[in-house]
């Protein structure tokens, strides 16, 4: 069965939503093996850039000056245009510009990401353009906006998740080593998004200090606040069959989140053993909950392929 974009886009959004409005309402006791030293976690550290104390007032750098010589292209100037409509600026812009060659047109770019008065999915944009462009020093310009004071919550998580791809992707390792020092100080940020994106950002590229940590993270420690439903799609991410107890009881939690991707990754898993617990789903009058049921279920049904017979619950 084909999946179209709309039902896709209906489905993150409806994921996104209870993500953002629903709390915890449920606290799991984890064996004692997997409690972790919290005060490794949350451990203090200095700003990588600039190697300030946490907790010090920000340090922003000024937003570049526009330049003096003109967008080089009418695709471009119709990017900066702000009297146009959000869709006609960024709508296939990978399309209308691949990248961008003329130091002034990064500048130009340089200035929309920015200015924390453009619309968010504009400036996600620009950093897409300039990743696109391999504007080197786009990690810095993005650690500037996570340490500026204005910069909504939703935007630092893109710029997080940003600097997360490049330390997976890059292939210079002072690059990788100044994402990595980032993502780790991003890790006890105020904002739960961008706590998330770092972590996840870690997972991802391989840092083994991190996934050591999230291999053995407590679900009901209050440091996981907000980021338990994260820490049991890292724990299939990276294979951790020795968390299926966690997960599978995870199944039952009164907390939407969590109990969404437990039925995620136990479907992927082939878990027969938490059938009954994807069966209570199904009949769940949160449509969100009923959904992953269902999917959780059809997979069960489904012959594992060779990724996901290595990932099989014991």
């Known amino acids: 069965m084909t999946i179209s974009r709309k039902d896709l886009a209906i489905g993150l959004a409806i994921t996104v939503s209870v993500c953002v409005a629903t709390l915890s309402l ?24 600039n190697d300030r104390a ?39 812009l990978d399309l209308r510009i691949p990248l961008l060659v003329k130091p002034s047109d990064i500048t130009w770019v340089r200035y929309v990401l920015r200015d924390p008065g453009e619309h968010d999915t504009v400036r996600h944009e620009a950093i897409m353009l300039l990743t696109r462009s391999h504007y080197a020093e786009l990690v810095n310009d993005l650690a500037e ?28 390792e002072d690059l990788r080593e100044t994402s990595r020092k980032i993502l780790k100080y991003l890790v006890r940020d105020r904002d739960v998004e961008v706590r998330r994106e770092s972590l996840y950002g870690l997972v991802t590229a391989g840092d083994v200090e991190t996934r050591e940590l999230v291999s053995r993270a407590d679900l009901s420690s209050e440091s996981y606040a907000g980021m338990r439903d ?6 299939s991410d990276m294979g951790c069959k020795d968390r299926i107890t966690d997960i599978r009881q995870s199944a039952y939690s009164l907390d939407i989140t969590m109990k969404i991707s437990a039925l995620n990754v136990l479907g992927e898993w082939h878990d027969d053993q938490s059938l009954p617990a994807m069966q209570e789903a199904c009949h769940s009058p949160i449509f969100a909950i009923k959904q992953a049921g269902l999917l959780a279920q059809r997979r069960l049904q489904t012959t594992p392929t060779a990724s996901e017979s290595d990932h099989a619950a014991p």
């Open 145 to 172: 906006i996570l340490r500026d004071p204005r910069e909504r919550s939703r935007f630092r998580a893109f710029c997080a998740q940003a600097v997360g791809v490049a330390m997976k992707e890059s292939d210079t």
């Open 26 to 49: 449920a606290r799991l006791t984890a064996p004692s093996k997997y409690r972790v030293d919290e005060a490794a976690v949350h451990a203090q550290a200095t700003d990588p850039i």
């Open 230 to 235: 994260l820490l049991i799609r890292c724990w």
């Open 54 to 92: 946490p907790g010090s007032l920000p340090v922003v750098t000024p937003v570049p000056d526009k330049p003096a010589l003109p967008p080089s292209s009418a695709e471009l100037s119709k990017f900066l245009d702000r009297d146009a409509s959000v869709n006609q600026r960024t709508e296939n």
